[in-house]
């Protein structure tokens, strides 16, 4: 079931998403070569802890960092540890932050130095895959309209969408539902209600679709070992359009 909030839980969700970008664009600041993925992962929990919030993903489910840390052909939910990252790299950064019991989560894909023509072009393509799939959205559509045209843009520059892994609901948890696929039919998928607050992330591969995980349990990576992207942002559903919560500092 959808949970549309009330306009006291929208503000505290407006909290916790502002504190989710203002530490993207602290992380875009930090991203180098040299700098380890656990380094970041340490200036991202003390930033949030000292804005009054919480990691929502420390301790989820057993996730043992504040942030995810995905390095090149790595998908998703990276662990950070002792990896520096190196010139050419690209980083996926996914974060969440919990405000007085309420999420906001957000992610960002950062090259390090100077990066391939191609890769460039899929870290470009997903974040205007994002911006593709929630033009023109407004309570009353339906999930479909942004999958259809998620998958679209995605086809047109033939990249692998990964199908496993969805965008979703936020609120008091950090996963609520609807499912939000980054594929699927412009007329499917749940009824978008006023108020209703998700997370539309699509996930993109240089190559194939196909995913696999690490023996850790957690880190996702290609089944090729070619680059993936990610771009996320958790968005207010209202009667009139939409409302970016996670914009990065120079975004808003």
């Not at 840390?69 to 996926?92: C, F, M, Q, R, W």
């Not at 205007?128 to 559509?141: H, I, T």
Request: with cysteine; aromatic share 6%.
């Amino acid at each position: 079931m959808i949970i549309q909030k009330t306009e006291h839980q929208i503000e505290l969700i407006r909290i916790a998403c502002r504190i989710v970008g203002d530490t993207l664009s602290l992380m875009k600041s930090k991203v180098c070569v040299g700098i380890t993925t656990k380094e970041l992962d340490t200036i991202a929990h003390d930033f949030i802890v000292s804005k009054g919030a919480t990691p929502s993903f420390l301790n989820f489910d057993g996730f043992p960092a504040s942030i995810c840390t995905s390095v090149n052909e790595v998908v998703v939910h990276g662990i950070p540890n002792n990896y520096a990252l190196k010139e050419g790299d690209i980083i996926g950064i996914d974060i969440g932050a919990c405000y007085k019991g309420y999420h906001g989560d957000a992610a960002r894909t950062f090259c390090v130095g100077q990066v391939s023509k191609s890769i460039q072009n899929l870290v470009e393509v997903t974040k205007q895959c994002f911006y593709n799939g929630v033009e023109g959205l407004r309570a009353g559509d339906r999930v479909g309209k942004i999958s259809s045209r998620v998958e679209a843009l995605a086809k047109q520059h033939h990249y692998g969408i990964v199908k496993e892994l969805v965008g979703h609901g936020v609120g008091a948890n950090l996963h609520e539902d609807p499912q939000i696929p980054n594929y699927g039919h412009l007329d499917s998928g749940e009824y978008l209600p006023v108020s209703s607050v998700i997370a539309v992330e699509p996930m993109i591969n240089l190559g194939r679709s196909d995913i696999r995980m690490l023996d850790d349990d957690w880190t996702i990576i290609t089944a090729d070992r070619k680059p993936s992207a990610h771009y996320e942002n958790t968005i207010l559903i209202k009667n009139d359009g939409i409302e970016l919560l996670t914009l990065m500092e120079e975004e808003r």
